[in-house]
Each structure stands twice: as structure tokens, then as C-alpha cells.
């Protein structure tokens, strides 16, 4: 990061001096202090005389006490550096234990902040100091027999106990089960439809999905992860709402409450300018190292392929190749396949903010595409085994840009501008998406009724043809057509427009509504929505295939027919990606929160519906009980229509 700023101060002294622009005063008080003075032949001073006469310079004696003090400072330079970050430290310290002991809660975020700052410090000490040596000790066991053994008896170990945990864990909730299943058919799938069958690396496919099953287990099932993921959900969401104040004074209060494109896609603009500061000072590329870094020594994939993987958590299909632009040339078939594959399993950090402005769960969308990113290198690499001669085995060579800004101020401007051609694709791929989708309901539709099929549209065909998938995910039978519609959505159009979808009916869920009216289901229940949200986390659509090969292309011109000959098995390799996502969390979702007392909450003066007045209603006319008092099954008359209404 210094060799950054110093390259970035290099080139804008380079650019003043190129445009002839001088500091006079500087080069003023740089002549004085050689002891030079306007008006001599400006020759060095030897014991402050020039040698143009032997009295010391006028200016020279009157400056000489400013001078001393700027040649002290500049000869301590780092000394003063340590004086002021020791001063802001014992300050921010200072001003943390007291905000802690005036109230812990309100600090909480803070104190979380600082933790993690200080656990990465601390890391990088510890690894500078101790590294070399502890490498070199470990090093010669890697090639060692006992660590060949060792290595298949944590393996063994790791299977059973997995199986043993699913024996144990399904025998409570059996729809577990049918998530696992899932897991096993399309991995099964991904490798009848395998490049090279013989040559899969299975260190790659295990390490990549254990890791992605560590991780979902993590933030899933422990409570310090499923904490701590909420709790950075509801930071995120308590940060977004500041886009408000911008979109609020430039389209009014009236807009930005009542039109989507005002509340919604002002969010990119704002995230994208944060992403681009923060990849500015560095803290992004770090992130993606230590992510690729991990992945790589476990997986044992290439430096390029693992680091555009982890980019492609926190940037879109198109920027994450970007991270790895000079070396695209050179990369293999597989590493290639991989590239296509992350982006397409994954989506962008500033649609992130725009999918939780909807409602959607933001714990479940961090954490989808945190999980994503190993499962992408597996089942690539599975789809895709490598069998060329990679030239990127090693990091060494690899190297992250930090961008083209010169300064803060730029890279928040050039995130914004960046973001204004996003929105504007958002904005135009759905008006062309939805006129599309609406024309052909109609057409179909028009078809349907020349047969007597009332209400064919698009939605419906996605629900038949695409249940087997839902159902394969862990979802309840009763709402899988309304996942398979989502999942035809995200496929065919974008996952945008399925993730609105889902919005409506995790809305109507809330609300309270009736689940059924008519045929048709209102709702679905809250492990749906959760895998759902897993399922629809990536880009893999048929319209995205332009858009890859269109930034590839553009990129590396000469590889163009490369890139056309695996865009389509990439593809299908991402949207899988998702699908064994949302199995990994059918496993492992637990319902959580604490038990309704209906009897409590209907004895009540109700003034309107919510999920749980319509479960415990639905409880209360079902129920044959005398637990339930006439004035309960009135308040849920208000709301509800059922035969004991009458």
C-alpha cells in the first residue's frame, strides 16, 4: 500500500512538472536553506556565505531558525509519523472505553470494528516475525509419508462424522434428507457432463465443498455466527438507509417513497461509490488475497483462477476478470471455465444492497455468497478438469492494481460514474424484461384459450417443469411451484426481477394475508424463502452470456472463440453452483425464535394481521379445545374468513 502512494506521488509530481507548474515557495525556502539568496548566481553557501562576497546572506540569517526546524523534522520523519499514530491510537482508546462504559450496546458496532482491525494487526505481525520460520518447519512434513496417512485419516474421520451428523440430526427433520439427496444428483449430474472424467481433482471438489459446508454450518447452525452474520445484515441495511439524504434532495421525499427507481436504484449509485473507496485504500484487495489465499493452499488451484473467484464475492461478472486482466491471455481452458464460473455463481456487492432493500434477508444473501465462492472452484473445476500446463501455480508474479485514482476524492467520484451505467442496464433490462415476460403470458395465454386452458403463462410452465429442482433443493411440496416460478424467472430473465418476486410474497407473509385464495398461494413458508434467497444468488441467466463475453472479449481479443467454445458449460456449471448452495442450507437450516403464545396474543385487542395472528388463527379454528375464548376466535374473524365465522 506505501508503494502505492508512492507511485501516485511520483506521478503527480511527474504530471507538474510535465505542465510546468512549480512551487515558488517551496523552491523559495529550499534555496534559502542551501544558503542561496534572489539576485546571486543561486551557487551553494559554505558556512552560510555565498560565494558571491563574504557577508552571510540577509534572508538566510533571518530564516535560519525555520530552516533548522524544517531539516530537523524532515531527517525524523518517520519518528514524527509514530508520535502521531500513537497520539490518534491513545486518543481512540480513550474515547472507545468510554463510550463502552457509558453504554456497551451502543458501542457494540465500534467495539466489533476495532476487534477485527486488531485481529488482523496482530496477524500480520505474527506473520511477518514468525512466518519464515514456522514454514520452514512445516515445509519437509508435506512430503513425508506419515502425513500422507494422516491426511486420509482426517479424511475418513471428516465422512463419518458427517454421516453420523446426518443420521443423527434428519432423524428430527427428514426434509434435511431430501436437501442431501439434492447435493448428491447434481453433483452426480455435473460430473456425468465432465470435460475429463479421469483427470478431476477430488482434493479440489472436497476441500471446495467442505469449506463451503464449514461456512454455512458457521453461520447457520452456530449462534456466534448467525449472530454475528445478523448483525452485520442489519449494519448494512442501517448503512443503506443513509442513500436517502442524496436521493431525497436531488428526486424529492415524494419519489423516493413511491417509485421503485428512485428508492431503489439510488442504493448501486451509493454502493459503488463505498466499494470504490474502499478498493482505493486497499482494504478490498487485501480481503481477496487472504480469501484466495486460503482457497488456494486447500484446493491447491492456481493464484489467478482462486483470486478472481474471491473477487467476483464482492464485484460483478465483468469486474472480477479485471483483477486478473494481464494474465488472461495465458490462462488454461480450465482456469478460464473457472473465471466464467465465479461470475456466474455469484452476485455484485452493490446489487447485494439493492436485493436487501426489498426485504430480502440480508444474513442469507452475505452468507450465499460467501458460501459460493468454494463451491464455484469445485464444481468447476469438476465440469472443467484441468489437464494443460498452468503458468500460474505459484502467486508469485500475480499482482492486484489499485486502480487509476489519484486520491480519495476520485475514487468516490469514479465509483459513482461507474455505478450510473449499472443502473442504467438495471433500469433497461427491466423494462425490456417485463414487457417481454407480459407479451408472453398474453401470447400464451391467447394459446391456452383456443384449448380451453384457462391461465397459461410463463410462471406456470417454470412451476411443472422446474419442481423436481425445488423440491431436490428441501422445499415443502405445497410451495414448490411457487420456487420453481422463481427459479424460471432467474433463469430465463434475471434474478433482479425473481428477487422482487420473492419480496411480494415474503410481504404478504408478513402482512398476515390468507395463503391460499383460490388456486393460488400467496405465500411460502420461512425455510423456502431462506433457500430460495440461496438459489436466486447469482448471475446465471441467458442474458448474462453477452454480458460475459462481451467483458472477456474486450479484454483478451485474440481468445474470443475460447471463450464462446465454455461460456455455455459455465453457465450451467454457476446456476448448479446456486442449487447445491441452497442444499447445503436446507441441511443445515434450523427454524429459530421464540414460541407464539396465541392464546395470549388473540386475548388481545388486535388493530391489524401479522404471520403470527394468522397462525395462531388458523391454530384457533382448527382447534376443538376450549383453550381458545369466544373473544379470540372474534378477533380472528376480523381478519380471516372460516366456517366458524358464520
Not at 519518528?79 to 468510554?98: H, K, S, V
Amino acid at each position: 500500500m506505501e508503494d502505492n502512494a508512492s507511485r501516485r506521488r511520483e506521478s503527480i509530481s511527474l504530471r507538474s512538472m510535465a505542465n510546468g507548474l512549480e512551487n515558488a515557495g517551496a523552491e523559495f525556502l529550499e534555496n534559502l536553506e542551501e544558503g542561496r539568496t534572489p539576485g546571486s548566481d543561486w551557487s551553494p553557501a559554505v558556512d552560510g556565505r555565498s560565494e558571491a562576497g563574504p557577508e552571510p546572506s540577509a534572508g538566510w540569517r533571518i530564516l535560519q531558525p525555520a530552516l533548522g526546524v524544517r531539516r530537523f523534522c524532515r531527517e525524523h520523519v518517520r519518528l514524527w509519523r509514530w508520535i502521531c499514530i500513537g497520539l490518534l491510537c491513545t486518543a481512540f482508546a480513550a474515547f472507545l472505553l468510554i463510550a463502552c462504559l457509558l453504554d456497551f450496546q451502543r458501542a457494540l458496532a465500534l467495539f466489533v470494528l476495532t476487534c477485527v482491525v486488531l485481529v488482523f494487526l496482530a496477524h500480520s505481525l505474527l506473520k511477518r516475525l514468525l512466518g519464515p520460520k514456522l514454514w520452514r518447519r512445516v515445509k519437509p512434513l508435506g512430503h513425508s509419508r506419515l502425513n500422507l496417512w494422516l491426511k486420509r485419516g482426517l479424511a475418513l474421520a471428516a465422512f463419518l462424522g458427517l454421516v453420523l451428523w446426518l443420521v443423527l440430526d434428519t432423524s428430527r427433520r427428514p426434509e434435511q434428507l431430501v436437501s442431501f439427496a439434492g447435493i448428491c444428483v447434481f453433483i452426480g449430474l455435473l460430473f456425468a457432463c465432465s470435460k475429463h472424467h479421469r483427470a478431476v481433482s477430488w482434493r479440489a471438489v472436497s476441500w471446495g465443498l467442505g469449506l463451503q459446508f464449514i461456512l454455512g454450518l458457521f453461520v447457520i447452525r452456530t449462534e456466534p455466527g448467525f449472530t454475528a452474520f445478523q448483525w452485520l445484515g442489519d449494519q448494512i441495511q442501517i448503512f443503506l438507509r443513509y442513500t436517502e439524504a442524496g436521493s431525497s434532495f436531488v428526486f424529492g421525499d415524494t419519489l423516493v417513497k413511491d417509485v421503485f427507481a428512485f428508492q431503489v436504484l439510488p442504493i448501486i449509485i451509493f454502493f459503488s461509490c463505498i466499494m470504490s473507496v474502499l478498493y482505493y485504500v486497499g482494504l478490498m484487495q487485501w480481503v481477496i488475497l487472504k480469501i484466495a489465499w486460503l482457497m488456494q493452499v486447500t484446493m491447491g488451484t492456481t493464484a489467478t483462477e482462486t483470486l478472481s473467484v474471491a473477487g467476483n464475492i464482492f464485484v460483478s461478472q465483468t469486474e472480477a476478470p479485471l483483477l486478473i486482466r494481464p494474465y488472461l491471455a495465458d490462462m488454461t481452458l480450465s482456469e478460464i471455465h473457472v473465471v466464467m464460473t465465479g461470475g456466474y455463481a455469484t452476485i455484485a456487492g452493490s446489487l447485494l444492497g439493492a436485493y436487501i432493500s426489498f426485504g430480502i434477508d440480508a444474513a442469507s444473501l452475505i452468507a450465499a455468497s460467501v458460501m459460493a465462492a468454494p463451491c464455484a472452484l469445485a464444481l468447476s473445476k469438476l465440469v472443467y478438469p484441468e489437464v494443460e500446463e498452468s503458468k500460474f501455480r505459484s502467486e508469485e508474479g500475480v499482482k492486484l492494481t489499485y486502480g487509476e485514482a489519484q486520491n480519495l476524492l476520485e475514487a468516490a467520484s469514479s465509483g459513482a460514474a461507474i455505478s450510473v451505467r449499472v443502473i442504467a442496464n438495471i433500469a433497461a433490462n427491466l423494462i425490456a424484461f417485463l414487457a417481454v415476460l407480459a407479451f408472453i403470458n398474453a401470447a400464451l395465454s391467447w394459446l391456452g384459450d383456443m384449448v380451453d386452458v384457462q391461465g397459461l403463462s410463463f410462471q406456470l410452465i417454470c412451476s411443472y417443469i422446474l419442481r423436481p429442482v425445488a423440491f431436490l433443493m428441501g422445499v415443502a411440496w405445497e410451495d414448490c411451484p411457487v420456487v420453481a416460478e422463481l427459479l424460471g424467472i432467474k433463469l430465463f430473465l434475471n434474478e433482479f426481477v425473481a428477487y422482487q418476486e420473492l419480496s411480494r410474497y415474503k410481504q404478504r407473509r408478513l402482512a398476515g394475508a390468507e395463503e391460499w385464495v383460490g388456486a393460488k398461494k400467496q405465500w411460502i413458508s420461512v425455510r423456502a424463502e431462506i433457500l430460495t434467497t440461496f438459489a436466486l444468488c447469482g448471475f446465471a441467466n441467458f442474458s448474462s452470456i453477452g454480458i460475459m463475453l462481451g467483458g472477456l472479449t474486450s479484454m483478451v481479443p485474440q481468445r474470443k472463440s475460447d471463450f464462446s467454445q465454455i461460456v455455455l458449460r459455465a453457465l450451467c456449471t454457476g446456476a448448479c453452483v446456486s442449487l447445491v448452495n441452497a442444499c447445503v442450507a436446507g441441511i443445515l437450516y434450523v427454524p429459530r425464535g421464540a414460541e407464539v403464545n396465541c392464546t395470549a396474543l388473540l386475548n388481545t385487542i388486535l388493530s391489524s394481521s401479522s404471520f403470527e395472528v394468522y397462525q395462531c388463527c388458523r391454530d384457533a379454528f382448527q382447534s376443538t379445545s376450549p383453550e381458545f375464548s369466544p373473544e379470540a376466535l372474534d378477533n380472528c374473524c376480523r381478519f380471516y374468513n372460516h366456517t366458524t365465522c358464520a
